[in-house]
């Protein structure tokens, strides 16, 4: 029988031990990271209003490519909204600061993931800072059903159009007020208004086009819109878009409110500030008799001294993101005068594709 000395001993202890420390290394280098061994990510977060099915480990997708993961997910104890913790690979540590992120599903039944769409703001998301702009899950059969059997939100004998009486009211001079008092007075105009709108197209064209100039800050929302695409570009050329844009909407879809509800009321629900100082957030319902109320938040910011909406989101559908997607494919392949001059020729509409 071979004797075993201290030094064989000491030798197979010594390979023992260093191999189970290079496994705990490994093994903690390869889950969250948190421990610094060779950490080749860094995070940021998002809040979302309503997570549908995301979970941990899910995807974070940029143009369908994964760019890292859903390290984690909590609840805020006071504002009841979800914060996502996004693990993001270091290769893509310089996202734009107006970088947005929505939860999408795969397929109709398939996993829910984060996407980011990176925006065209020379400044970059540092790690550990919070995506200001998001777009929550969206539950299509949920949708559908609720304006399916709601009962149509039909108004009742007598309803008034106008802010909802049972609301908190909005403090003098705030972002609530601005939207409080404007949807006030575009909901009474189109009902005191409407024959003579139905009359004269003309008239209504110069209602919607003053009251989209007072509310709405065309030029900020149109580079969102333009992203990565707006990166460099000039004034003159973002103005172009910014008019273009606006002009097919209301060409497109002006006439549509003289058959919209107006008997509907406003309640506004809160107002927050965005992350980075990029303005606020108010959140609001149309409420209408006989259906569930319809959420409406807008992000707002200060502009000379006057609150301007940027982004308007139904149904948690965001409108600059929807059309940041539509323009996405022409902005490859034409320039932002082209694709501005196609608009304003009807070669291309604002709704949902080409």
Do not use: C
């Amino acid at each position: 029988m071979a004797v075993r000395g201290p030094r064989l001993e000491f030798a197979v202890g010594a390979f023992l031990l260093l191999a189970l420390a290079s496994l705990l290394v490994l093994a903690l280098a390869s889950t969250n990271k948190k421990f610094g061994f060779g950490s080749d990510s860094y995070e940021l977060t998002a809040r979302f209003s309503n997570l549908g099915q995301l979970r941990p480990q899910a995807p974070v997708k940029i143009g369908g490519v994964v760019v890292g993961q859903v390290a984690g997910i909590k609840l805020d104890p006071v504002k009841f909204d979800s914060i996502v913790t996004l693990d993001i690979n270091n290769e893509y540590k310089d996202l734009p600061a107006d970088t947005s992120a929505g939860i999408f599903t795969s397929g109709l039944l398939g996993e829910n993931y984060i996407g980011l769409s990176p925006g065209g703001d020379p400044e970059t998301l540092k790690p550990g800072e919070e995506i200001a702009f998001t777009q929550p899950a969206v539950d299509l059969l949920q949708l559908v059903g609720k304006y399916m059997f709601s009962g149509g939100g039909k108004p009742a004998e007598g309803a008034d159009a106008g802010a909802d009486a049972s609301a908190p009211p909005a403090a003098q001079g705030s972002a609530s007020k601005v939207v409080l008092d404007s949807s006030t007075r575009i909901l009474s105009t189109l009902e005191q208004r409407r024959a003579e709108f139905r009359k004269d197209p003309a008239a209504l064209k110069q209602f919607i086009t003053s009251e989209f100039n007072r509310m709405f800050d065309r030029g900020y929302a149109a580079r969102l819109v333009l992203g990565v695409h707006g990166r460099g570009a000039s004034d003159a050329d973002v103005k172009l878009f910014a008019d273009a844009l606006a002009d097919n909407l209301t060409s497109r879809y002006g006439t549509s409110l003289l058959d919209f509800n107006t008997k509907l009321r406003v309640r506004i629900k809160s107002e927050s500030p965005l992350p980075g100082n990029r303005g606020v957030k108010v959140s609001s319902e149309m409420l209408r008799d006989g259906g569930d109320p319809i959420p409406v938040d807008y992000l707002i910011r200060n502009v000379g001294g006057q609150w301007k909406a940027f982004d308007v989101m139904i149904e948690g559908i965001s409108y600059v993101q929807t059309f940041k997607n539509q323009f996405d494919a022409p902005l490859r392949q034409k320039s932002i005068a082209q694709v501005a001059a196609d608009l304003r020729a009807g070669k291309m509409q604002v709704n949902g594709g080409n």
